[in-house]
């Protein structure tokens, strides 16, 4: 998906930018007109962001969930090209105090400039077609890479469910139904995220404590939980099951091999304009569980943020005072 992020945004303005002062330094010293360095590069930069604009804002709202093919996008390069170059010729006149008469240069010169223009808007226009292209291609690798780590982590849970589930049928009916009736409510809960780009804070809490309600049956007394979900943070938009390989962490190498087990606390908060999420423990500290780990559950993590928030979100691993593990996730704050 192409998101009109401030960063993307930026990266093109600062490459129009650059190009209108290229084509600006051009005209001044091969043109022939009587026109200085100052004055060019201010009609350049006006012609440039309007033209950048002319072409961003239609393809965003035409094709808001991916690269077009590059056919339309040379359509919109026609199209900008001359509404580009009138359109930031009259803000530069006004900006300079100048008449905007563009007939009294003649046809050919307006057409050099509407040529000159619509061959900079085809230059930049491939250049970031090509970039946005590359940019999904490692998106749909991340996402493919993301989904073997996923496979990896879930039989480990499954497995182990299933083989309690044999136990207590004998032994214990009655815990048996509930568990079955937690694992049901799981899987289907998987089952329906995963298909998604996004889903709310509020159902991946209510997975993790349909998750957490299975192994405190499996762990009796020896395992508590705590889930901070505060009014307002509901709604913010977090990738599926992003928690969850962090919460198995914490408890398989934390509290599972601890004797007298401990918690383990999911808690979320508002930062401004990020969102910031917590996974503790009061097991284990780092390097000191007798179950040695394999890193694909942090790094399942680490590739789905990156792919998901590029370098917008953040990971933090940190010892806790009185023992166990921290794990803070920063990351954009979405409704």
């Keep these: 998906m192409i998101a009109a992020s401030p960063s993307s945004i930026g990266r093109y303005l600062v490459g129009t930018f650059v190009l209108s002062t290229v084509i600006a330094a051009a005209i001044t010293a ?7 360095f100052g004055t060019n590069f201010i009609y350049s930069q006006c012609i440039g962001v309007v033209t950048y604009a002319s072409m961003d804002l239609p393809r965003r709202l035409l094709w ?3 690269v077009p093919s590059m056919v ?6 026609l199209v900008a090209a001359p509404v580009g170059w009138f359109g930031g010729s009259f803000i ?19 057409l050099g400039f509407l040529a000159l223009t619509a061959g900079a808007a085809l230059v930049a226009c491939f250049y970031f077609w090509t970039r946005e292209r590359l940019m999904a291609s490692e998106r749909g690798a991340a996402e493919a890479r993301l ?17 309690n589930l044999q136990a207590l049928i004998d032994v214990d009916p009655a815990r048996a139904q509930v568990m079955l009736r937690h694992l049901d409510g799981y899987l289907r809960a998987t089952l329906a995220t995963t298909r998604n780009d996004w889903d709310t804070l509020a159902g991946e809490m209510a997975l993790l404590r349909s998750y957490l309600e299975i192994l405190t049956i499996r762990m009796g007394p020896r395992l ?3 889930l901070d979900l505060p009014a307002g943070l509901e709604t913010a938009k977090v990738p599926p099951m992003l928690l969850q390989p962090l919460v198995e ?14 918690i383990v606390r999911v808690s979320a908060k508002e930062d401004g304009s990020s969102l910031i999420l917590t996974v503790e423990d009061t097991g284990h500290g780092l390097g000191t569980s007798v179950e040695a780990g394999t890193g694909v559950g942090l790094a399942h993590v680490k590739e789905r943020l990156a792919a998901v928030y590029g370098s917008g979100a953040k990971m933090e691993i940190g010892e806790q005072p009185g023992g166990g593990v921290r794990i803070t ?6 409704r």
């Design 224 to 226: 508590a939980y705590e």
């Design 329 to 334: 996730l920063r990351v954009p704050l979405q």
């Design 64 to 66: 808001p969930q991916g």
């Design 249 to 262: 962490n914490a408890i398989r190498h934390g509290l599972e091999p601890k004797v007298d087990g401990g």
């Design 147 to 163: 989904r073997l780590l996923q496979a990896q982590i879930e039989p480990h849970f499954l497995f182990n469910t299933l083989a």
């Design 30 to 36: 091969f043109g022939s007109h009587r026109h200085g």
């Design 92 to 110: 530069a006149s006004i900006l300079l105090g100048d008449p905007w008469a563009p007939g009294r240069m003649g046809l050919d010169t307006v």
């Design 72 to 77: 339309p996008m040379m359509g919109l390069v």
